[in-house]
DNA sequence: CTGAAAGCGCTTACAG
DNA sequence: CTGAAAGCGCTTACAG
């Protein structure tokens, strides 16, 4: 359009935002007032406060993020770290809820959400300076799989983070908030026993995330509670994609026909299982009870809905953001398991 | 931990990070011509440039992007701004994918996102100082209703954005990217005809989007293209939740049992009505060929898998970064059409 | 091509 | 309780 109009300048001819200046003017205080008065109003006399709030909401003024930034130290901002490669997690129910819930904690906060993606070695290599730099103040970090790097990574940098559930092989101790995963499969399997069900199966996530080893590790433990014999037979090993779900209980009822009942250890793959039982002829719950876990948006969409175990992500986000800036206070680091509800819909 | 520690303090015993005063002794010299360099190193002599970047591989010094956005009056970062309520965005595989895409394409341009939901009337009164206050350079919207408030906020604080998709009922010029709906929707509704089908039905987005728009007037521009009648009893009007897809198809089911086909408007859609046609006894695509309209995750693992018409989601990412960065640097508003593409699987 | 210097808008000891 | 002032780390005319 206009081609003689300079480039690269933010407000070329927009008249500045009001300043504390401004502010201070209007407000018959000196700058400084004006800035106790921002920072909570201590040490200020209640009628300064009232001229400064005026003149505030008069002038429409909102504080300068970058100036503020430049002498507290501080970003004033978070990051969401993606650490997984992008198609599981873009792909998965449970990270948009997560990724939402810690948004609206964040906003509560008046902290910004920035997301950053770092699921190939590339990525983690970019954004490295990034973090290094601290221009953030703290990290969200999202990867399940055993021995991540960035765990490493952030470490170094010093900077405070917060990982979903409990990161695999690390020895120092690290700031996590997860669901209780093994009561939550406890709780499951216990309901499928005590509806009556007696060759219960199930189809683990990964063995290299938590939720993996410690929700067949919750399955496990019920049985033998009850004095069931733990059977490799009834356990086929999944990846928490639908497919998986579909190829793991297609195996099920080969390798173990007469099984009446599944834990499975995401409603996605418990999705795909629903898939291969009906492939097979086969009716839930009459034939084969079905119970899921995380009770995420696609549990009340299948046929029949899940039966599944709730994973309280709201308040694992706040949680995570709790967490997270009382480390940016100085706190030391800590961990947060919140427990799980049964969830009985149709399938089970 | 250590309860004596002041709080509020960000890196409190840690050294401070190199700045460009560092850079500059290292290098031996001012630290104008180090910020010269760190601009691209235009009238720096290359002795100069050399020596400089040496210092800053040496130093692992990083920007202070606070420092910058001070001076340049630029925030340096985008916001990634979802104006719809939140449910529907965090559930639809096709805002993961778009947001997924536009990460990735500002990172190549080292421009973190701010994610910041707008779903409510109390949110967007939140984030409108930030925005006002220019917090970031440029929002990416996503916003499909008709009559979004957002885009006339935005106006106002006279911040560069770029929606996805058309904006309904705005009269000036708005920047917007996105695919070619109506050309989507003939090329499937063309597809069904040509492999034989006569009574294509139809299940629509909601009529207060471009998509739900545009892709109902591809599907009755092709039908009266070839000469068949638009029948109303043929058209469902759905809201893209697999729910709405299927009572939309249980509906069509019973008010036009003809139907040989159907064109949905949304692979979320599809899903839902394949499992009502299933419902009914009926095979796919034997008895009704069904397409989808997305290829979204969901498309390749539906029963069977969909045919469906692709979204360039990669290509409208990068546009979207692409004209927004565009704005910020000056240039007047614009409009990005797409094409989409036919994906053929076994559900047509 | 380069340096010295002003200035971006805040916060925070320091005096009083 | 309040003001004056230093300083956070950059960029960018301005001279030379």
Chains 1, 2 share one sequence.
């Not at 505030?56 to 501080?74: D, E, F, P, W």
């Not at 005590?194 to 067949?216: C, F, H, K, M």
């Not at 190829?247 to 599944?262: E, F, G, N």
């Amino acid at each position: 359009m206009t081609d003689t109009e300079p480039r690269r300048r933010a407000r070329p001819r927009g008249k500045r935002p009001p300043t504390i200046l401004d502010v201070a003017a209007h407000a018959g205080v000196s700058r400084g007032t004006v800035s106790r008065v921002l920072q909570g109003g201590h040490n200020v006399s209640s009628a300064s406060q009232e001229a400064v709030h005026a003149a505030i909401r008069k002038l429409g003024y909102v504080v300068n993020r970058a100036a503020r930034s430049l002498v507290t130290q501080r970003a004033g901002s978070v990051a969401f770290l993606l650490s997984e490669p992008q198609e599981r997690f873009f792909e998965d129910p449970n990270f948009t809820t997560l990724l939402r819930g810690c948004t609206t904690a964040l906003a509560e906060h008046d902290l910004p959400l920035i997301l950053i993606t770092a699921g190939t070695e590339a990525e983690r290599r970019r954004i490295a300076p990034f973090l290094s730099a601290h221009h953030v103040d703290g990290v969200l970090l999202v990867s399940s799989h055993r021995g991540n790097p960035m765990v490493d990574h952030l470490r170094r940098t010093g900077l405070p983070f917060v990982c979903c559930g409990k990161p695999l092989g690390e020895r120092d101790a690290v700031s996590y908030v997860a669901a209780n995963d093994r009561e939550g499969a406890r709780a499951m399997v216990r309901y499928l026993l005590e509806s009556g069900r007696n060759r219960v199966a199930t189809i683990t996530g990964p063995q290299d995330t938590p939720g993996g080893l410690e929700r067949l590790d919750g399955y496990r433990g019920m049985l033998t509670e009850r004095g069931i014999v733990y059977d490799t037979r009834l356990v086929a090993v999944g990846d928490y994609s639908r497919a998986s779900g579909e190829a793991c209980m297609q195996q099920l009822l080969t390798s173990a026909p007469d099984i009446d009942a599944v834990f499975v250890a995401s409603d996605l793959m418990a999705d795909g299982a629903l898939t291969a039982i009906e492939r097979a002829g086969l009716r839930v719950p009459d034939d084969i009870a079905v119970g899921g876990f995380d009770d995420s948006p696609v549990a009340s969409a299948t046929h029949p809905p899940l039966t599944t175990i709730r994973q309280p992500w709201a308040r694992i986000s706040e949680m995570m953001v709790r967490q997270l800036l009382a480390q940016i206070d100085g706190e030391g680091p800590a961990t947060v398991i919140l427990p799980t509800e049964l969830v009985v819909r149709e399938s089970a």
